[in-house]
T-cell receptor
């Protein structure tokens, strides 16, 4: 299977600060990137979809100005949580996809906002 | 719109017993169906998937699932539970390979010695 990395794997930040999460597809070109979040003891929910070189589309209820997604290359996408608050504490998982359109998932980033 | 219903948020079985985790889906197009396992504080691991073809799908670690279109089900089974199977299991559906997955709420499997 494909190799997907996320960095950092765990981050603690103070309320009001911003955090950037990187997702890299190491051995294939990700034309599309899905970002999911998983609150404690809950399922994964799609936050946004981005195609390489295009603006991301966000699911209902996800603030696009708070969760900034950049998908500037076929191997790297970033999610920046701006002005983080405790309610943003969650497990963030990227899911790159590309030909032959397999679904891959990163190992996740656990964000804790204090 | 697609949706997934996992019956039972928590299933407990004895070591060596049959594991049966239930999943029903709703989809207006032929679905792609997946089962993932998640251990605490870890990401998702794909157990198996159904796209087309044979309706009985074999996965890793002895798990298998059967796609039953008439019942809109994709239940996950394993003949003999092992302690290491204790984890959270998610069923998911998508329209095709390059569309996002819709996940069920998950079923926590406990294995009793």
């Amino acid at each position: 299977g494909a190799v997907v990395s996320q960095h950092p794997s765990w981050v603690i930040c103070k309320s009001g600060t911003s955090v950037k999460i990187e997702c890299r597809s190491l051995d294939f070109q990700a034309t599309t990137m899905f970002w999911y979040r998983q609150f404690p003891k809950q399922s994964l929910m799609l936050m946004a979809t981005s195609n390489e070189g295009s603006k991301a589309t966000y699911e209902q209820g996800v603030e696009k100005d708070k969760f900034l997604i950049n998908h500037a290359s076929l191997t790297l996408s970033t999610l920046t949580v701006t002005s983080a608050h405790p309610e943003d504490s969650s497990f963030y998982i990227c899911s790159p996809t590309g030909y032959p359109y397999e679904q891959y998932f990163g190992p996740g980033t656990r964000l804790t906002v204090t | 719109a697609q949706s997934v219903t996992q019956l039972g948020s928590h299933v407990s079985v004895s070591e060596g017993a049959l594991v049966l985790l239930r999943c029903n889906y709703s989809s207006s197009v032929p679905p792609y169906l997946f089962w993932y396992v998640q251990y605490p504080n870890q990401g998702l691991q794909l157990l198996l998937k159904y796209t087309t073809g044979a309706t009985l799908v074999k996965g890793i670690n002895g798990f298998e699932a059967e796609f039953k279109k008439s019942e809109t089900s994709f239940h996950l089974t394993k003949p003999s539970a092992h302690m290491s199977d204790a984890a959270e299991y998610f069923c998911a559906v998508s329209e095709r390979g390059n569309t996002p997955l819709v996940f069920g709420k998950g079923t926590r499997l406990s294995v009793i010695a």
